[in-house]
DNA sequence: CGTTATTGTATGAAAAGGAATATTTTTAGG
DNA sequence: CCTAAAAATATTCCTTTTCATACAATAACG
């Protein structure tokens, strides 16, 4: 328990209602983009701590993953997208995993400003380990909130998803629309 | 390697179903913590760099965004949770607030350990700002992806939130359940 | 009480991340 | 063709985070 002396008031971290809300309740904790913030890194802090616990870092976890069923592989743009970081990150996150024969480089054949990177081997065999566990964290995840729920949660996400990432700047430029 | 470009591909950082899935789709594609940064990362794009527009990094809004609401403020300990950071993080991004004069230290009268962070009136006046345009963001997500749609996501989350946040070790125990 | 363990925050060195820019290659226009 | 603009990646520099640890205060226990 972190209860302090004086008032109870509803602990930080957890927007369920506490006892007398001091102000009816921060903003935060109303806030969609917060609830999405806060649920991806509750749900994901157990599994990056055990993949940390074998020495691998997120950031490379999720190389590896992305390019997990890529046969070719993936350019370097498209795995910053895939690893929701941005390009010079994965540059030189891509060096290391070189460096340690998991990834391997190669220039485009048609286009020669592009540079495929792919799992080597040693890299295949190293994600594939790495994805048992996360299947295995998965569904247990999945037996702690439900089949049916989990279904529901991914379906908003993905719509989430496409409804959010691609669409509406619309909204800024309506004074510019076709008047 | 010669049709290293030829093929077409479902492109990276879209779940959605390309043309000609090469190995039928990626494993991070159905992969439900990936689903979960995904959308986070999405959803907050704009709105982030609305906030680093006006000369705000991300770190600075959520520490203030936490207070709010908080009338006494929050203990370096209970930032650190709310804003997903740790708690070094906290305390020097706690020094640049306070230097310019937008929050305050104050140590706890019981236990002298703690030290309590609240924002002053600046820091007040400049999170509503922000907090509005929050607001209008949000406004605009929710009724890109509807109230409803909205309102399920919503309880996922909530869910998701309290059922891998404190008590993952339930399923362990499935023996001693009566059921 | 004195001693040890524990908790909460701050600090310092090392690593990672991000913004801006350089470099190379491709595309577009005259 | 030749030059200008755009695109993909690498590199540089600086900020931020992270890991470990130090420090201070409380709690626990003999």
Redesign the interface.
């Known amino acids: 328990m972190?209860d302090?002396?004086?008032p109870a008031?509803p602990?930080?971290?957890?927007?369920?209602e506490g006892a007398s809300g001091?102000?009816?309740?921060?903003?935060?904790?109303g806030?969609?983009?917060?609830?999405?913030?806060?649920?991806?890194?509750?749900?994901?802090?157990?599994?990056h701590e055990q993949v940390r616990a074998r020495g691998v870092p997120v950031a490379v976890w999720r190389i590896l993953?992305?390019l997990?069923?890529?046969?070719?592989g993936?350019t370097v743009g498209?795995?910053a997208?895939?690893c929701?970081a941005n390009q010079p990150a994965i540059s030189k996150t891509v060096d290391k995993l070189v460096a340690k024969g998991l990834v391997e480089r190669?220039a485009?054949?048609?286009?020669r400003r592009?540079v495929?990177v792919r799992l080597t081997p040693a890299g295949e065999a190293h994600v594939d380990e790495l994805?048992l566990e996360?299947q295995a964290h998965?569904a247990?995840?999945?037996?702690?909130?439900g089949e049916g729920?989990?279904e529901?949660?991914?379906r908003?996400?993905?719509?989430?998803?496409?409804?959010?990432?691609s669409?509406?700047p619309s909204?800024d430029f309506d004074e510019f629309s076709d008047k």
Chains 1, 2 share one sequence.
């Open positions: 972190t302090l002396a004086a008031r602990s930080p971290g957890s927007p369920s001091a102000a009816a309740g921060r903003f935060v904790d806030y969609l983009l917060y609830l999405l913030a806060r649920a991806s890194s509750v749900a994901s802090a157990e599994f993953a992305s997990k069923g890529t046969g070719e993936l498209e795995l997208k895939s929701l190669q485009d054949g048609q286009d592009r495929w994805i996360a998965q247990r995840l999945v037996e702690a909130i729920e989990t529901t949660l991914r908003a996400l993905l719509r989430l998803i496409e409804r959010a990432g669409g509406a909204v």
